[in-house]
Structures are given as C-alpha cells and as structure tokens.
C-alpha cells in the first residue's frame, strides 16, 4: 500500500454507511473505489461503482482495504471472502460478528493471513474523549476516582420507538447494552484502562420492543476507581441534538472534575473552586458525533502507512465482547462478577 491512494471498497449502503462514504471521501489517502449492496439502488446512491455482490466488488476493484458495514451476521462471511481475495486490511462494523465464538474465529483468519482486522469501534475517537484522555494524562484531575456517563437519547418511548431511523431495535432480544452500552465499555476501557469486574442491573420499559432500553452498569478497575454507565432511552438531556453525545459525563478526580455536556464541550473544574476552565468548546462538527468515524478511519490510514500502532484490533476488541457478555451474566446473576 505504497506509491499512492489505498483504494477503499465498502460493502454495505445502509442508514450508517454514508458516514463512512463521505469520510472517505474526504480523504487524500483514501480512493473510494466501490460500493456494495445486496439493494443495488442503495448502493448506487452513494456515487461510487456500485455492486449487488461482494465477490464482484473485489475482483472488479481489487481494493486494499475493505471496510464492512454491514449487520453482525454478516460479518464471518465477508472476512472471510475478503480474505480469501486478498485484500490486505478490513475495518468492520460493530457489533461484531454475531457471538463471540465467530468473532474469534475472524480474529484467527485475519491473524493466519497477515491481514489487519480492525473493529470500527468510533466512540473512543470522538473528539471529547480524546480530550479528556489529554487531560488524565496531564493530571490536571490528579488521581482519577471515578467516571460516570448518562446515556439520555431520548428515543425510545411509545409504540413508534426507534421506526423512523433503525426500526431493527425493536425486534432486537439484546439493546441497550449489546447495541450501545458496549460504546462506553470501550471508551471507559480506553480512559481507565482494564476493568476488574462489573455489576449490572438492566431492564425492559417499552413493551413493544424485544430486548433492553435500561441499565445501570458499575465497572470496577484497579486502585479503587469505578465507572458507572447509567442508561436509560426514555430520557433525554440538554442538547439541541441528542446524537452527539449522547449523553452527559463526569469524570472525577482528587484535583478537579471533568464535566462533559450535550453541546459537545469539555470543561476543567479544578479541586475547591466553582467556575470552570473550557478545554473543548462546542462547534459544527461535520460527520457523525464529532466527526468520530472520519477520526478512526483516517486513524486505520495512518496506520496502514505506517505512521502509528491501530487502535480497536480485532484481537484486542474481543476483551470488550466478552466484558458484554459478562455484563448479561451479572444481570441475570445478580450479582458483581470478576473479570
């Protein structure tokens, strides 16, 4: 992948896929040179050569890097298709693969093939996180105690919930946690590093969906410090757009306390006083949630020219999977389970 544009093909031309197209395309490193979708009318829309089928997808392209964004069960087939053409790097959609026998198994053939297996995994880019992550490191909160994220989307009350933008949702027996709650598993997995254990209580408030749209989660990780995920669809919170963050945080330590709000801005109050020091003021963030998939898919660029180690490797990714499943166990368990 030397002398010129890696040569990006995507399979996939669903709701999310166009944050990917555009991203890619807005990068001097990166040729979108195909899309596929099983909907060849979709996959025509996103402007590039469009194709009904994988497989003609890369024998036409014969592209670099496949990115995949496509649902889970879909994933096992199309590593392996991909493997099989020869292509040299693959980013893949979350969650993946559909259990985590089957994400292990992508993990070996990748592995078996020298090929980079990349979770798209976007959430840890976004730009508020990696702001924070600056000012952990600096210290400027001293020893970090705890953090805590309130998931407020704001979307999932009455019969009509979710039908206008992801209708799947409804039918899914695993939500909150499998489909959105695993963002924060990551993301608190990149802030604080590995969790020891977790305690979770989750549970179903709309009848007419099939799986969880509320949960408490508590993540224990070494010398004391706790994370708490608090994760209820029905709510909302202060933001003029519910999608970019999602939600509110803190992060807290013996010298101050990181606060993050609904805008998408990140202030520093230091230990003993009121006022607070902006660190991310809020602004048009072009792309999705700050712009988190342009981060990470640039991120695989740049790693593919060797000019940094990737983050959210397939094999490293599969940590969060299980801490996820363990997260269900708790729940029916009721009780803290080690990780």
């Excluded at 060797?306 to 269900?328: C, D, P, T």
Aim: glycine fraction near 10%; hydrophobic fraction near 40%; aromatic fraction near 8%.
């Amino acid at each position: 992948m030397n002398g010129g544009a890696i040569r990006v093909a995507c399979l996939g031309a669903g709701y999310f896929s166009h944050f990917h197209h555009d991203s890619w395309r807005r990068m001097n490193a990166a040729e979108l040179v195909g899309v596929a979708d099983s909907d060849l009318a979709k996959a025509q829309k996103s402007g590039a050569p469009a194709f009904s089928g994988l497989d003609a997808m890369l024998r036409d392209t014969r592209p670099d890097l496949l990115d995949i964004i496509t649902p889970p069960q879909s994933h096992p087939a199309a590593i392996r298709t991909a493997l099989d053409a020869g292509v040299k790097a693959i980013i893949c959609q979350k969650p993946f693969c559909g259990t985590i026998e089957e994400a292990k198994k992508a993990v070996q053939l990748a592995a078996e093939a020298g090929t980079p297996l990349i979770v798209h995994e976007n959430f840890r880019f976004q730009p508020w996180y990696r702001e924070m992550a600056r000012a952990i490191k600096a210290r400027a909160i001293g020893d970090v105690h705890q953090a805590t994220f309130r998931l407020r989307t704001g979307d999932g009350q009455g019969p009509e919930a979710y039908l206008d933008r992801q209708p799947y949702f409804q039918t899914m027996e695993r939500l909150l946690v499998h489909e959105t709650a695993v963002h924060w598993i990551d993301t608190f997995r990149f802030l604080l590093g590995d969790a020891t254990a977790v305690y979770a209580d989750i549970r179903r408030m709309n009848p007419v969906i099939a799986g969880e749209d509320a949960a408490y989660v508590v993540f224990d990780y070494a010398g004391g410090v706790r994370a708490v995920f608090d994760g209820n669809r029905h709510l909302d919170h202060a933001s003029t757009n519910h999608r970019l963050t999602f939600g509110e945080a803190l992060i807290e330590g013996t010298a101050g306390t990181l606060t993050l709000l609904g805008d998408g801005s990140v202030t520093l109050r230091r230990f003993g006083e009121i006022a607070g020091e902006t660190l991310l003021a809020p602004r048009d963030w072009p792309g999705f949630a700050g712009d988190c998939v342009h981060e990470l898919q640039n991120h695989v660029i740049r790693g593919l020219l060797g000019k940094g180690e990737f983050e959210n490797s397939a094999a490293e990714y599969l940590r969060v999977m299980e801490i996820e499943e363990l997260v269900y166990r708790s729940a029916a368990e009721r009780r803290k389970l080690e990780i």
